[in-house]
């Protein structure tokens, strides 16, 4: 499956982003999705994931109430919405996809060796 990730860009300090990740070449409802992004010096870590069945998500505690993760299976897409950004959020993200089909549909992984496919980055840059 190939993955494309878009919608990065630079926000002001509390400002939002919205970004995207369409899928293609696979079904996409086998898939858990997952949004990692590294900063500069820094090792890539997980940010949000979730499920194929889209009922089950999770969040690393310093974006929780901040960021929401969606699917649309009819384009295909997975959604990372980030509220209230702060400059700490600044860093490159990855989409990835995991399948994982013997764990049921309300898997997702936290970590990086869990997911299979993985696209380009997309920058968000957040300025104090």
């Known amino acids: 499956v190939q993955l494309q990730a878009s919608g990065g860009g630079l926000v002001q300090t509390g400002g939002s982003l919205r970004l995207s990740c369409a899928a293609s070449?696979?079904?996409?409802?086998?898939?858990?999705m997952g949004w990692f992004r590294q900063a500069p010096g820094k090792e890539r870590e997980f940010v949000a994931a979730?499920?194929?069945?889209?009922?089950?998500?999770s969040y690393v505690d310093s974006v929780k109430g901040r960021f929401t993760i969606s699917r649309d299976s009819a384009k295909n897409t997975v959604y990372l919405q980030m509220n209230s950004l702060k400059p700490e959020d600044t860093a490159d993200y990855y989409c990835?996809?995991?399948?994982?089909?013997?764990?049921?549909?309300?898997?997702?992984?936290?970590?990086?060796?869990?997911?299979?496919?993985w696209g380009q980055g997309t920058q968000v840059t957040v300025s104090s």
């Open positions: 990835a996809a995991g399948l994982r089909l013997l764990y049921g549909s309300n898997w997702y992984g936290t970590k990086r060796y869990e997911y299979d496919y």
């Open positions: 070449g696979g079904t996409f409802s086998m898939y858990a």
């Open positions: 979730i499920s194929r069945s889209g009922d089950s998500s």
